[in-house]
């Protein structure tokens, strides 16, 4: 590029040697350059011999000796402005805020400092003393490749192209249920419904589970279908305490980390904008339809550029699967209780004598109303260990177990009854929470 523009200076002095007569939008004109271009170099060029060459190269801008420090008075002032802020900030100020106080610093003004032109200089001094420490290196860790149908990834995916309750009543007019392998990145169902709540979500999982059988892990987000209430209660919800009696493990994900359940988030990108944005679908008929042929497009006919499918349709990269064991016909409906072995609930004994874990009253001593005590979840013998203090002062049987194993249809009817159960519970508890807010 340098060797353009020398070309470019030599002909400017050639041209303006031999017509002197020009002005300087002709000879622009005939460089094809810029008037302030010509006029600069013209006026480098009366400035040295007509034969010397090196001034048709650029000059170099940078500094020839380092900028002066700082004055040592301005500096202590940022320091004062940062570790003091003034005017009653009640924050530690930045770069920008220490300069607004500085330009306005009487002081330095009749010292005859003078500000910093910029941030930058500002931002210099508070790192070199250690006052802005700099962001700590992230580090990317890729997530350790699962086999398949190790962990499987659910979530719900709201269909927005259906138009929504004309009394603005419902939030989710329609919802798919969608299930991804972590390990193989396959679509293993989608289930499109209306009314997704604890028990027809239950519903669903449970003919997924009929289906492909039991995985090691289900992961899913904090959506109160399946952890139950926001403010939660003692003892896991119905749909974990499902989980958990058929061996899964449940993994909920922590608040606002959707990179937790990465694999089926990646597939409602997928699915919304090359299927729902397409085909725009606005009744339940229609978004089963064409979630139906996009499942199959997704799995057999769509490359992936997924790791583990390296550029292949996930049903091409895994023509076949492992074989899940399979839902079992007996369960023991109190299996659950082992999670939370060892779990201590603290409680204040009430006027009665009794405390009250996960809904359910239990009486400790009347005598002790308005202490606090220790009850310790013994699971092996299904009881609560009541400790005051050090001193463990009574056993109580946990109320709500079956005690006995059960036909596995007739403990998901039971489950079924406990998730509309947590429903009602949660939709009553709305009702009264709205209620009070009219009231107060």
């Not at 003004?109 to 200089?121: H, L, M, N």
């Not at 890729?142 to 995916?157: N, S």
């Not at 310790?376 to 109580?396: G, M, S």
Request: hydrophobic share 35%.
């Amino acid at each position: 590029m340098e060797a353009q523009w020398v070309a470019k200076r030599a002909m400017l002095r050639h041209l303006a040697s031999l017509h002197p007569e020009w002005t300087r939008s002709q000879l622009a004109a005939a460089l094809g350059a810029s008037v302030s271009f010509v006029k600069k170099w013209l006026k480098r060029f009366r400035e040295t011999d007509p034969h010397d060459l090196h001034v048709l190269f650029s000059r170099a801008r940078a500094r020839h000796t380092p900028p002066p420090p700082p004055d040592l008075r301005l500096v202590q002032r940022i320091i004062e402005i940062r570790m003091a802020p003034p005017e009653n900030l009640q924050r530690t100020p930045g770069p920008r805020t220490i300069l607004y106080y500085l330009k306005r610093d009487a002081d330095l003004a009749a010292q005859g400092i003078v500000a910093p032109r910029s941030t930058r200089t500002i931002w210099k001094i508070l790192r070199k003393l250690g006052l802005i420490l700099d962001p700590a290196e992230r580090t990317h860790k890729p997530l350790e490749p699962c086999e398949p149908l190790q962990e499987v990834q659910t979530d719900f995916k709201d269909i927005t192209t259906v138009p929504p309750d004309p009394q603005g009543k419902r939030q989710h007019m329609i919802e798919t249920l969608n299930f991804v392998d972590a390990g193989t990145s396959i679509l293993l169902s989608a289930q499109p419904h209306d009314d997704f709540h604890a028990e027809t979500a239950l519903d669903a999982v449970i003919t997924f589970l009929r289906t492909y059988g039991l995985p090691a892990m289900l992961t899913f987000d904090r959506d109160p279908r399946w952890v139950g209430s926001a403010s939660g209660r003692d003892f896991p919800s119905p749909f974990r305490r499902f989980l958990l009696c058929l061996g899964i493990q449940p993994n909920v994900c922590p608040p606002q980390r959707p990179d937790k359940n990465a694999y089926v988030e990646r597939y409602h990108r997928s699915y919304n904008q090359e299927c729902l944005q397409i085909h725009r679908p606005t009744t339940l008929q229609e978004v089963r339809e064409v979630t139906e042929r996009f499942m199959q497009h997704y799995n057999y006919e769509r490359p992936h550029q997924g790791r583990s499918c390296k550029d292949q349709p996930p049903r091409v990269a895994f023509p076949t699967l492992p074989k899940l064991p399979a839902v079992p016909e007996t369960i023991d409906p109190d299996r659950w209780l082992q999670s939370i072995h060892g779990h201590a609930f603290v409680r204040r004994i009430g006027s009665d004598g009794c405390v009250e874990v996960d809904e359910e009253p239990y009486y400790i001593k009347q005598a002790l109303a308005g202490q606090y005590v220790v009850l310790l979840v013994n699971a092996p013998e299904k009881l609560f260990e009541v400790y005051q203090d050090t001193t463990l002062i009574k056993h109580v049987p946990i109320k709500g177990l079956h005690g006995e194993v059960l036909p596995f249809d007739r403990y998901v009817t039971l489950i079924k009854q406990e998730a509309r159960s947590e429903q009602r519970r949660q939709m009553m508890s709305g009702r009264s929470f709205r209620q009070l807010r009219l009231w107060a």
